[in-house]
Nanobody, 120 residues
Framework: QVQLVESGGGLVQAGGSLRLSCAGS????????MGWYRQAPGKQRESVAT???????NYADSVKGRFTISRDNAKNTWYLQMNSLKPEDTAVYYC??????????????WGQGTQVTVSS
């Protein structure tokens, strides 16, 4: 079984910063892609940022230049540094990983979500 646990959400004023962390645990053999997604009230879940094992990153246009995704392979942990936060960044943020467990097929796993609220 694989578990992803997020931390670092909270309430911040516009222009402020937050750092989210996601720690993967369990019978992880390999993680190919790690990512962050978010879902605001009444909206669909959207991709915020992803990073591959080769450190290739991809960002939503709305966060480019403000958010940075990084990873620590040894710890199966990845991060989302969020700067210059805006009220429209308010959402529940979910971490995601494409994981290979020994003897099993690749599959997606999700964290439980952490609330980020940006006040104006």
């Amino acid at each position: 079984q694989v578990q992803l646990v997020e931390s670092g959400g909270g309430l911040v004023q516009a222009g402020g910063s937050l750092r989210l962390s996601c720690a993967g645990s369990g019978s992880i053999f390999r993680i190919q892609v790690m990512g962050w997604y978010r879902q605001a009230p009444g909206k669909q879940r959207e991709s915020v940022a992803t990073i591959t094992t080769g450190d290739n990153t991809n960002y939503a246009d709305s966060v480019k230049g403000r958010f940075t995704i990084s990873r620590d392979n040894a710890k199966n942990t990845w991060y989302l540094q969020m700067n210059s936060l805006k009220p429209e960044d308010t959402a529940v943020y979910y971490c995601n990983a494409y994981v290979l467990q020994k003897g099993q097929a690749w599959r997606d796993y999700w964290g439980q979500g952490t609330q980020v609220t940006v006040s104006s």
